[in-house]
Nanobody, 126 residues
Framework: QLQLVESGGGLVQPGGSLRLSCVGS????????IGWFRQAPGKEREGVAC?????????FVDDSVQGRFTISRDNAKNTVYLEMISLKPEDTGRYYC??????????????????WGQGTQVTVSS
């Protein structure tokens, strides 16, 4: 079974930081563009960032995260990371990783085998 498994979320105060991990299971993650999107209760999905297969191009779909979030990959660990600093309450949401064949086209983002992962909850609150 091909899966993307998210982890690393938590409760942090405004200004805090977190590193999310997306591990590929059953396939080699470096062959795919991989990105992160988030969804808050009552809101639509929001693309955050997408990293190319080569790791050379990262696209921040959400302008508000520019300069605060970094997306990277470690092919030896079959993992893509989302490093988040200076977190704000509006960053709160459940974060998911996905294939992102079109960085700015969120409707084309998809899981590996048709089923979304559990995601990981990020809550920024004092």
């Amino acid at each position: 079974q091909l899966q993307l498994v998210e982890s690393g979320g938590g409760l942090v105060q405004p200004g805090g930081s977190l590193r999310l991990s997306c591990v590929g299971s059953g396939f080699t993650l470096e062959h795919y563009n991989i990105g992160w999107f988030r969804q808050a209760p009552g809101k639509e999905r929001e693309g955050v960032a997408c990293l190319s297969r080569s790791g050379g191009t990262s696209t921040f779909v959400d302008d508000s995260v520019q300069g605060r979030f970094t997306i990277s990959r470690d092919n030896a660990k079959n993992t893509v990371y989302l490093e988040m600093i200076s977190l704000k309450p509006e960053d709160t949401g459940r974060y998911y990783c996905a294939q992102c064949p079109s960085p700015s086209g969120l409707s084309r983002w998809r899981p590996m085998d048709g089923s979304w992962g559990q995601g990981t909850q990020v809550t920024v609150s004092s």
